[in-house]
């Protein structure tokens, strides 16, 4: 079957703004909004569904979506479908339109900078809301695959999948290691005798080198991880870096991102400072049962005193506060050496049409090539 060439897709996505469900006798109403400017008119109503999303991560809050918009989306391709009852949302899928492997692809906004991907779907209304999230996607033209990389255990697409009228098809994705512990003290009693005894000296090291940690206020956030990002830079000067944690639009989207988290409590940057001299700092994210270490910067020469890992570690439980701390994705070896829990995300590939099952076989492919290249790092004593 032949692919819908860019310019029949254009013309579709001109021709139809919105797609929407008639309001029916029970309140439901849905609908595809493609103006850009929908994650700002919505904005009040997103952050109200994501407090009664308990299965929502800080990648899924307005604060986190609308700048990566603002510095990464293409006008028109926003794709965000809601479903309301009695004028309440319950239900949100911020998408935009891309095309891969020749075909025109829904994939989650911020996908590549989130380390979980997800839709918003309130718990107490998930049974209407789920089947008519998926009939609006379903209704919204223009597309043959919506895809959703990094789909977490008990995250709310999976209940999108089971409502899904079309193929379905999964794929292993990354590994986000996590520790279950309150702090770090729990985190020694989990090791063995030997290795939980070098811990407690590398804290006391930490402690005798006169490092102190602050938190840093909300209205200078922003600033802050613009700092972060150059301590980044600076600790791997000379090895391999993520290009785009150099890039302007990057600081540009952490920096607001981060600013309107952490007014909200759901972002922390930590400063770490040596003799008056600024050494380290660390961003973590927090949510409704979620904390994970999302990103750090430390000077090269602080790892000549100290074992940065640990100093940071020690500060991310605290501010975890009993949730445990994700890791995020990678299974790094060096992780192990904390005795983490591997917690395997799933990609999620819904179809719409005859081209949908070679785009979920060419992802299974590449999965397992992946998984081949890169066999999972295994714990060690």
Known sequence: MPVPGPVRLLRAAAAVPRAREPHDA???????RRDGAALTALAADLRDLYTRCPAATPFQTCEWLRPWWDGYGTPGRLRLATVRRGGRL???????????????????LAAPHSDVTDILLD????????????????????????????????AAAHRLARHWPGGTWRAPSSICLELPDAD????????????????RARLRRIDRCGITVREVPPDGVADAVRELLDLHVRQWRGRPVNPEHTRDRFRRHLAE????LARDGRATVLRYHRDGRLVAADLVLT???????????????????????LMLLREDLAV?????????????????KWRPRPVRN????????????????????????????HPEARPHD
């Open 90 to 108: 319950v239900a949100a899928a911020p998408l935009m339109l891309v095309r891969r492997a020749g075909l025109p692809v829904l994939v989650p």
């Open 320 to 336: 975890a506060g009993g949730r445990g701390l994700s890791l995020l994705r990678g299974a790094e070896p060096y992780k192990f």
């Open 184 to 199: 770090v003290a729990g985190l020694i009693a989990r090791l063995p005798g030997r290795a939980a005894g070098k811990t």
């Open 26 to 32: 029970s309140g439901w109403t849905a609908e595809v």
């Open 123 to 154: 718990p107490a209304h998930a049974d209407g809301a789920a089947p008519r999230l998926a009939r609006a996607l379903r209704a919204d033209p223009g597309w043959s695959v919506l895809d959703l990389p990094e789909v977490p255990p008990g």
């Open 346 to 373: 799933e990609r999620l590939v819904l179809g719409r049409g005859a081209a949908a099952p070679a785009y979920a076989a060419l992802v299974r492919a590449r999965s397992a090539l992946a998984a081949r290249r």
């Open 257 to 260: 991102a981060a600013h309107g």
């Open 287 to 309: 949510g409704h049962r979620f904390a994970g270490a999302y990103l750090y910067g430390a000077v090269p020469d602080l790892r000549d005193h100290v074992d940065v890992g």
